[in-house]
């Protein structure tokens, strides 16, 4: 996880969520609020490609590294992460976006990425390449008129440039897990977990930062109910 001051009140409520839910399966938890961007031989980007450096700090020390922002949080009761990892035994795991209607519905609040070096070699373009950023992050050509790209904001556009341009055969290699598997952004979406069978891995939580707020302290709540001292 990567937050700073300006996230914190959420943040710090979902690092605790998520806190629970590794040391229940015996994951390491990596929490940073530097900031490489700000430096003199960088370029400056905004806080949500932090996650890129950050992962490129940690991930030659694990098999698998799992990116989830701020944000985020792991229900207590979902199962081992690496269940899913083994269903699908591909190099980088992607989750859909609930708004399909600019594709690929990639989003990239939630990453999981093996460790291996074609895998390291895409996180290094993400995080540096200044040529791909502009690429892909901004408006795209439409019959000659310059146009919006729906939800290509940030990071999380030149993720779905890679995947749109199949840059460095990066489909032939990753999972696009359908809505619903992995995570959901709406607390109305819990109606049809029951129809479901199952509930995703991780509320991601949608809205305002007032939401986010309220949200995170309740499943916080929930918890200590429970007998965790939060």
């Known amino acids: 996880m990567w937050y700073d001051g300006e996230f914190e009140s959420y943040g710090d409520n979902c690092y605790k969520i998520n806190k629970v839910y590794c040391d229940k399966y015996g994951y390491d938890l990596i929490k940073s609020s ?3 961007y700000d430096s003199v031989s960088l370029p400056f980007r905004k806080a949500h490609w932090e996650r890129y450096p950050l ?3 940690h991930i030659k020390n694990y098999d698998y590294v799992v990116w989830i922002d701020a944000d985020a949080f792991f229900y207590n009761i979902s199962p081992p992460i690496i269940d899913l990892i083994n269903k699908y035994k591909k190099e980088i795991l992607f989750s859909e976006d609930d708004n399909r209607l600019n594709p690929p519905a990639v989003n990239s609040g939630v990453l999981i990425l093996k460790n291996t070096e074609r895998v390291i070699n895409i996180i290094e373009k993400w995080a540096y390449s200044e040529e791909l950023k502009d ?3 901004g408006r ?3 019959d ?11 990071d999380q556009a030149i993720v779905r440039g890679f995947v749109e341009d199949n840059v460095d055969d990066i489909n032939n290699m990753s999972k696009l897990m ?4 992995l995570q959901h952004y ?4 819990r109606n049809f977990f029951a129809k479901l069978k199952k509930i995703p891995y991780i509320f991601h939580l949608a809205g305002n930062h007032e939401h986010r707020l309220k949200e995170s302290k309740e499943y916080l709540e929930k918890l200590r109910k429970v007998g965790h001292n939060l």
């Open 34 to 36: 530097e900031r490489v």
């Open 55 to 57: 992962i490129l700090k």
């Open 135 to 137: 690429k892909y992050c």
């Open 140 to 142: 795209k050509l439409v």
């Open 144 to 154: 000659g008129y310059l146009c919006p790209r729906m939800n290509w904001v940030e």
């Open 178 to 181: 359908p809505y619903l598997e």
């Open 186 to 189: 709406n607390a109305s979406e």
